[in-house]
């Protein structure tokens, strides 16, 4: 295996695009993702995602733009790209008819892992594999096709994983099997990079996401996308009261200093705009107590990561950036 260099960023893309003919599948990708990191790549089907992971992964040649990955430029450097990086495609592409233990041996000499063994029993024992080795992984569920194409991806142990839909025809059951398997990856300090639509799936494992349709509309944190589209929300929710005690609190609410517009959703409901929470928050609380109002509880109210991804791909949305 052709080793990375750790001192560069795991990867780096300017302007990176792709057409096919007159339709433009990529346009102009910039990004950069750190050692260790796990970025989202979050887009519709057919937004161009599975063509940047293509690029990147040295399968596809950019029509324009350039990129380095585990530190080799795609292009001139391509066999050394496919060499650091591991790679799940929606389809597992599994030699069917092979066992389970053969398909991972057969890709563990092709990419010249020294003394495989150890590490195919410890990684099939990791994903409950174990004791179908010898079954052809043409008899396995979706899933379980899935999380063996997970193995051979990493079975070289490659600096930067590239998983392209990997949830993408499971059911539920299955879904949550990869995903605790994919969790496990993100642990193991290796710098993923998850191409999905599934917000559920980015939500729970991503440091950052990207939202993607031909180019990166926004990039960055989940919350910082929340707070820069929708800025920060608490919900106060009070007990019944007099009418009086409940005007009291709304009043309180709406002059409290570092509290932004406030929307009284019903009579035992208040909405906040809070810019800065951590410093707000427990404040307010004190004030509302020491007022004797009858606050039941506060709870965050900051939009879904639906709401930021719908937001992002509103055709009237101008580009937004962030930090990349």
């Given at each position: 295996?052709?080793?990375?260099?750790?001192?560069?960023?795991?990867?780096?893309?300017?302007?990176?695009?792709?057409?096919?003919?007159?339709?433009?599948?990529?346009?102009?990708?910039?990004?950069?993702?750190?050692?260790?990191?796990?970025?989202?790549?979050?887009?519709?089907?057919?937004?161009?995602?599975?063509?940047?992971?293509?690029?990147?992964?040295?399968?596809?040649?950019?029509?324009?733009?350039?990129?380095?990955?585990?530190?080799?430029?795609?292009?001139?450097?391509?066999?050394?790209?496919?060499?650091?990086?591991?790679?799940?495609?929606?389809?597992?592409?599994?030699?069917?008819?092979?066992?389970?233990?053969?398909?991972?041996?057969?890709?563990?000499?092709?990419?010249?892992?020294?003394?495989?063994?150890?590490?195919?029993?410890?990684?099939?024992?990791?994903?409950?594999?174990?004791?179908?080795?010898?079954?052809?992984?043409?008899?396995?569920?979706?899933?379980?096709?899935?999380?063996?194409?997970?193995?051979?991806?990493?079975?070289?142990?490659?600096?930067?994983?590239?998983?392209?839909?990997?949830?993408?025809?499971?059911?539920?059951?299955?879904?949550?099997?990869?995903?605790?398997?994919?969790?496990?990856?993100?642990?193991?300090?290796?710098?993923?990079?998850?191409?999905?639509?599934?917000?559920?799936?980015?939500?729970r494992l991503?440091?950052?996401?990207?939202?993607?349709?031909?180019?990166?509309?926004?990039?960055?944190?989940?919350?910082?996308?929340?707070?820069?589209?929708?800025?920060?929300h608490l919900?106060?929710?009070?007990?019944?009261?007099?009418?009086?005690?409940?005007?009291?609190?709304?009043?309180?609410?709406?002059?409290?200093?570092?509290?932004?517009?406030?929307?009284?959703?019903?009579?035992?409901?208040?909405?906040?705009?809070?810019?800065?929470?951590?410093?707000?928050?427990?404040?307010?609380?004190?004030?509302?107590?020491?007022?004797?109002?009858?606050?039941?509880?506060?709870?965050?109210?900051?939009?879904?990561?639906e709401a930021?991804?719908?937001?992002?791909?509103?055709?009237?949305?101008?580009?937004?950036?962030?930090?990349?």
């Amino acid at each position: 295996m052709a080793p990375a260099r750790s001192s560069v960023p795991a990867i780096e893309a300017r302007g990176l695009g792709r057409s096919f003919g007159d339709h433009v599948a990529v346009d102009g990708v910039d990004v950069t993702v750190a050692p260790g990191e796990v970025l989202g790549f979050l887009g519709p089907n057919g937004a161009g995602k599975t063509t940047t992971v293509r690029m990147l992964a040295g399968l596809l040649p950019p029509s324009r733009g350039t990129a380095r990955v585990a530190g080799f430029e795609v292009t001139t450097e391509a066999a050394s790209v496919r060499a650091s990086v591991g790679l799940l495609t929606e389809t597992p592409g599994l030699y069917e008819t092979l066992p389970a233990h053969r398909n991972l041996r057969l890709f563990a000499e092709l990419y010249g892992v020294d003394d495989p063994e150890p590490k195919i029993r410890r990684w099939l024992e990791r994903f409950g594999l174990w004791g179908r080795r010898n079954d052809p992984s043409g008899s396995f569920s979706k899933g379980m096709r899935q999380k063996l194409a997970i193995i051979r991806a990493v079975l070289h142990e490659p600096p930067v994983i590239f998983l392209d839909e990997p949830t993408s025809g499971l059911d539920p059951e299955a879904s949550i099997d990869v995903r605790d398997a994919i969790e496990e990856l993100c642990h193991g300090g290796a710098t993923v990079f998850l191409g999905t639509h599934n917000l559920v799936e980015a939500e729970r494992l991503c440091d950052r996401v990207a939202v993607f349709k031909q180019r990166i509309l926004a990039i960055d944190r989940i919350d910082a996308l929340r707070t820069a589209l929708f800025g920060r929300h608490l919900r106060l929710v009070l007990r019944a009261a007099p009418d009086e005690k409940l005007a009291e609190a709304l009043t309180l609410v709406q002059t409290f200093s570092g509290v932004g517009a406030v929307t009284p959703v019903t009579p035992t409901e208040i909405l906040a705009e809070i810019p800065d929470p951590a410093a707000t928050h427990p404040a307010l609380v004190a004030a509302l107590a020491a007022a004797g109002v009858p606050l039941l509880y506060v709870q965050d109210a900051s939009p879904s990561l639906e709401a930021v991804y719908r937001k992002l791909l509103e055709p009237s949305l101008t580009a937004m950036g962030g930090s990349s």
